[in-house]
T-cell receptor, first 112, second 113 residues
Framework: AQSVTQLDSQVPVFEEAPVELRCNYSSSVSVYLFWYVQYPNQGLQLLLKYLSGSTLVKGINGFEAEFNKSQTSFHLRKPSVHISDTAEYFCAVNRGGFKTIFGAGTRLFVKA | EAQVTQNPRYLITVTGKKLTVTCSQNMNHEYMSWYRQDPGLGLRQIYYSMNVEVTDKGDVPEGYKVSRKEKRNFPLILESPSPNQTSLYFC????????????FGPGTRLTVL
């Protein structure tokens, strides 16, 4: 069965520090990978997605993620975070069908 | 402006009292989906619809019904709500089911007493 594991439930970090949010997935077939962000009291919005091609994907707000097929990972990174990046981040996987599987989420707390 | 709207945004109800959460989109998307979000579990798909009159179960369909009579609307129906359906519910739409970006509504927080 397909699954998505976000390895950290909470990540506290100081403003202007780098951050990495980790995501691993299990699938024996090719997948499409997504990162969504949920700001407080809002719905989710897309940060970036990997469909094919270059394994380094750049998204909005300075975020990027790298697809690693051998390690079945899709970690999200940002070189310097801002207070406004405080949110919950969800990794998601689709195998080309009608179902997208979401991870449990990682809460990013950016401290001044 | 592209929008996904959900109503109501907040609802407190009692066990067994039928309720409907509405979802409407103005993007002419064919694919729509309902999720529930619970702490530590992320989002789990309840039902999805590929087009008008075409729906199918997601991963947690028990206790829920949906209908898709018009392209823009995809209501979620709880015929007899129970406390374990207390959750945050999101409607999402996309042009396609697998590679397209999903656009989420603002959420409906449901409490069943």
């Amino acid at each position: 069965a397909q699954s998505v594991t976000q390895l950290d439930s909470q990540v506290p970090v100081f403003e202007e520090a780098p951050v990495e949010l980790r995501c691993n997935y299990s699938s024996s077939v090719s997948v499409y990978l997504f990162w969504y962000v949920q700001y407080p009291n809002q719905g989710l919005q897309l940060l970036l997605k990997y469909l094919s091609g270059s394994t380094l994907v750049k998204g909005i707000n300075g975020f990027e993620a790298e697809f690693n097929k051998s390690q079945t990972s899709f970690h999200l990174r940002k070189p310097s975070v801002h207070i406004s990046d405080t949110a919950e981040y969800f990794c998601a996987v689709n195998r080309g069908g009608f179902k997208t599987i979401f991870g449990a989420g990682t809460r990013l707390f950016v401290k001044a | 402006e592209a929008q996904v709207t959900q109503n109501p945004r907040y609802l407190i109800t009692v066990t067994g009292k039928k309720l409907t959460v509405t979802c409407s989109q103005n993007m002419n998307h064919e694919y729509m989906s309902w999720y529930r979000q619970d702490p530590g579990l992320g989002l789990r798909q309840i039902y999805y619809s590929m087009n008008v009159e075409v729906t199918d179960k997601g991963d947690v369909p028990e206790g829920y019904k949906v209908s898709r009579k018009e392209k823009r609307n995809f209501p979620l129906i709880l015929e007899s709500p129970s406390p374990n359906q207390t959750s945050l519910y999101f409607c999402a739409t996309s042009g396609g089911p697998s590679t397209d970006t999903q656009y989420f509504g603002p959420g409906t927080r449901l409490t069943v007493l």
